[in-house]
């Protein structure tokens, strides 16, 4: 016999009550892995539905709900990004070429990239250094340098960087080793390398 609906309603409240809070920090996540706040805002959503359904298998003694939620989001953060080789920029970005032949010349902008406003980030506390610390994190100058870097050493320098996560609850988010991880970031914080 299933669950009844009370049953399932204290499953579902005991979620929110437990996942709710981390919602802006992770909306903030995974604008900084994508770039765009609509595709994080849907991040988001998809990260809270998946963690929902597997609200069930989640065993508080591996890690706690703020790293399982990290997890789910990154990985969706990751699918997202592989499953897009290319992005499908707004049209009139740029004017026509005149001259058919030319060479294409990469564009060295984000076309794509959006700012975020503060109050979605939870800005509007009255802490002012949690304040500085999410808004620093998020800087439209910060997010454009991380869309140059890979999806997974991204992922790795903001989970250790900006996120202050350790080596090993990285490793964890990303089913690797904390030795990968090191080697990742190191990459990562000089903007090229072997995985690029």
């Not at 609509?38 to 809270?48: G, P, R, S, Y």
């Not at 499953?83 to 740029?94: D, E, M, Q, V, Y």
């Not at 999410?134 to 910060?142: E, H, K, M, N, P």
Request: hydrophobic fraction near 45%.
């Amino acid at each position: 016999m299933g669950p009844t609906g009370v049953q399932v309603k204290a499953v579902t409240d005991d979620f929110e009550r437990r996942a709710h809070p981390f919602r802006r920090e992770l909306l903030a996540h995974c604008y900084r892995m994508l770039g765009s706040v609509h595709e994080a805002e849907d991040l988001v959503q998809e990260t809270m539905l998946r963690a929902w359904r597997s609200y069930d298998r989640y065993d508080d003694q591996r890690a706690s709900v703020r790293t399982w939620l990290y997890r789910i989001a990154t990985n969706a953060c990751l699918s997202k990004l592989s499953g897009a080789s290319r992005r499908i920029l707004p049209s009139g970005l740029g004017a026509p070429g005149d001259d058919p032949e030319q060479p294409l010349a990469p564009a060295m902008d984000v076309p794509w990239l959006q700012p975020v406003p503060d109050a979605m980030l939870g800005l509007a506390v009255d802490d002012p250094a949690m304040r500085a610390a999410v808004r620093s994190g998020s800087r439209l100058a910060f997010v454009a340098a991380m869309q140059y870097l890979p999806a997974r050493q991204r992922a790795i320098l903001i989970l250790r960087d900006v996120l202050e996560f350790s080596a090993l609850e990285v490793a964890d988010i990303l089913a690797t080793t904390p030795a990968a991880v090191t080697t990742w970031l190191i990459s990562a914080r000089s903007g090229a390398g072997p995985y690029r």
